[in-house]
């Protein structure tokens, strides 16, 4: 069995503007700046023999290249409970159209459609027990969080792995997005 997902890598210039807000608190457990990234698409675990065709149909996307900004912060939940904290993506349509074609091409290798609707986010933080007051002082301080506009012009298929200290990510395949 291999875990996979589809995922846009973020500029380095991303990832540090990202990662200087992962301190502050209780409770977080910070993803590692390296392994900061945008989900098209959780896949989960598959068979190994089904790689080769997941690997196959992602390359027959055909999509144009595009910008992104990241803004504001929040957490997924009740507040109250909250269980992950992230930074959010202003709205892209073309943002949303490679999700689709992603979707898609997953549907035609045999996967099961995703039944969640697609939030793009970068998790920042897993929270657990985080106490409501300093998730609510956090998120006051950083909600309006915003980086400068820049460019995607790739998407990839990672595989995870679960280890003691977390998760380890591989990028398996690239695939690039049509320039303007």
């Known amino acids: 069995m ?6 846009i890598n973020l500029p380095e210039s991303v990832r540090d503007r990202l990662a200087s807000l992962c301190a502050g608190l209780p409770g977080a457990r910070w993803i590692e700046p390296r ?4 989900t098209l698409r959780f896949i989960g675990e598959v068979e190994e023999p089904r790689f080769p065709e997941i690997v196959s149909v992602l ?25 992950v904290l992230w930074a959010g993506v202003r709205p892209c349509e073309r943002l949303f159209a490679l999700r689709s074609k992603t979707e898609m091409a997953l549907a ?30 956090y998120l ?35 695939y690039s997005l049509i320039s303007a």
């Open 59 to 83: 390359s027959a996307i055909r999509s144009p290249a595009f910008s992104l900004v990241m803004d504001g912060v929040d957490c997924f939940g009740d507040r109250r409970r909250a269980r």
């Open 2 to 7: 291999i875990r996979l997902f589809v995922a």
């Open 35 to 38: 392994n900061l990234h945008l």
């Open 140 to 174: 006051e301080a950083y909600g309006s969080f915003l980086t400068e506009e820049f460019p995607v012009g790739e998407f990839a298929l990672y595989s995870s792995y679960l280890g003691r200290n977390g998760a380890s990510y591989t990028r398996e395949a690239g």
């Open 108 to 137: 035609r290798a045999g996967l099961e459609p995703e039944t969640r609707k697609f939030h793009p986010h970068v998790t920042l933080a897993r929270l657990d027990g985080t106490k409501f007051n300093r998730l609510a002082k």
